[in-house]
């Protein structure tokens, strides 16, 4: 299998032929898995997918007290608990916001769920305030790490749960409001559940009423889909399942079928609008992409021409990612709008996936709420991108690998099997010329590999000490009073929310350095003067929790863009006087990437001696005395 490997080259040209049925969509399979768990008596389901987040949930779900049998690849089966919910769980929501947003709401009606990530650097950087602020009005306990409650989430029914009406946002997320429809018959009386903000993804809020009503739950739905009424009483009951092919796989096998003229690929498991997946055949319809259906299979034929598009991203996100790829290659510009809701995904799917866009040759702009691709006919590749750890963006790429002029190298492609494990292996079933990128490394005996491990290590260091720096700042900076945050120990020096503001400037200062040198020869850095920043972007005068939520956001940019670095990479090189000569004391402008990771590893160490200063003087040290 080639999904398993972590780099990829993808050449282009070659017609995509054949039949494949994508595996079961994440959305349906989890939402079908926790019904089951919750349900009395055994639930089926059938085309079950496969993806890791899909397996996380199953295997939370066991840890729930559900048993779950697969009788072959796609089939499942669970007996469920007829409501009765252990006191205590551990759960683990692997990489993916639905589960971690289902998993502690359901958590809610236990007496203490703790709902956690392993990949910290992705999901574990997503805020969830809004689902915890509502569980809180539902008098259950909940907290998060931080004032944007990133996980591990920790929740519990408290002295008990009651009804009523409720509020919640939905502008970042859907999920928010998901989960808290699954919470609704726990609580055992009427419950009411009004949108503010607006809502993301109507069709994702959907998706999660039809699962409940499948389960035998009501969710009566106001024709704006503002307000949610759920009676008291409902119990869920066990049912069969049908999932539907996956939306933002379709869309990857369409994309890439569609870029390669000559193809003929035939994609099964088409079920309506799950997700936006109708919304997304007619909006690749007019791109120029001739699209046949019979029954559940979708006939995609590559298209010649490409023609540019202005869309409502909000019918499809999931679909989003691929079409912006295709546009790449038409003749003009592209919108995507109404998506600002991808900024909250496993990556910043705008500015991340922008990134490597740029990075093929593409012209791209973005905005906060908009993808603007101006295509040009054609797209050169030949150059390596990377997948932010996100299946959406990897698969977007194989378009653009698959229709340029010279492919792509795909750093990252493990990835993918957190939605669709065999993506790769069905490309290559229908004639993509895919390969694993050898990485062998030299002897260890040799002194060019010597020095390779040296500065391997350093590498790793420095990214270590950064990421270990910003988690101890978040447990000190969680553990204080709010005005402690604010105070500024004399005249000229910084609270610890202005320093927290400059730390999340300079990650995202670094990462564009670290970009520039990536992308020219020896390019002249941005500098930037930290004084001038504070004052302009009025550090004291903002919320904590906003600078506090950039910090982990840029961070979480800094680690994706240089978290795979090989000897090469590190030895980048670019122009910036003031860090090179007056702060590092060299004869020389020039730095190298490593130079610029160790020096921004130092300054952390040297912002976080500032603000143990100030909480040794005002407040209480929580971090970890061992840090």
Known sequence: MVNTSETLHLRPGTRLTGAIRPPGAKSGTVRALLCGTLAAGTTRIENAGSGDNIRAMAAACRVLGARIDELDERTWTVTGVDHVLPDLAELDAGNSGIVLRLLTAVGAAMGQCTVGTRFTESLGRRGNHEIVDTLRMFGAEAAGRGDEACPPLVVGRGTGLRGGRVTVSGRRSSQFLSGLLFLAPLVGSDVEIEVVDGLSSIPMAMTSVEALARAGVRVDVSDDHLLYTIAGGQRYRASSYEIASDASSMAGLLAAAAAVPGSVTEVSGFAGNDLGTAAMIEALGAMGVTIERNGSVLVCHGAETIRPIELDGSACPDSVLPMAALAAFADGTSVFSNVETLRFKECDRITDFLHELAAAGVSVEERRDAIIVHGRGAVTGGTEVFGHHDHSVIMAMATVALRSERGLTIRGCASVGQTYRGFFDDLRTLGADVSAVDGTPDSPDTPHAQEATMSDDRYHGSLDRIADGVRAWNDRCAAQAPEVLEIQPAPGVWSIKQNTWHLADAFEATTLRLRAMLG????????????????????????????????????????????DFGPAELARTGRQHNIAVNILGRDSEVLTVLDLLEFEAAHVDEHTESTVKIIAEFGKDAADPAH
Request: glycine share 6%; net charge negative; no cysteine.
């Open 520 to 563: 020219e020869d020896e390019p002249q850095l941005l500098r930037f003067d930290a004084d001038e920043w504070a004052a302009d972007r009025d550090y004291q005068g903002r919320p904590w929790y906003e600078a506090v939520a950039k910090l982990n956001q840029q961070l979480g940019r800094l680690l994706a863009t240089a978290g």
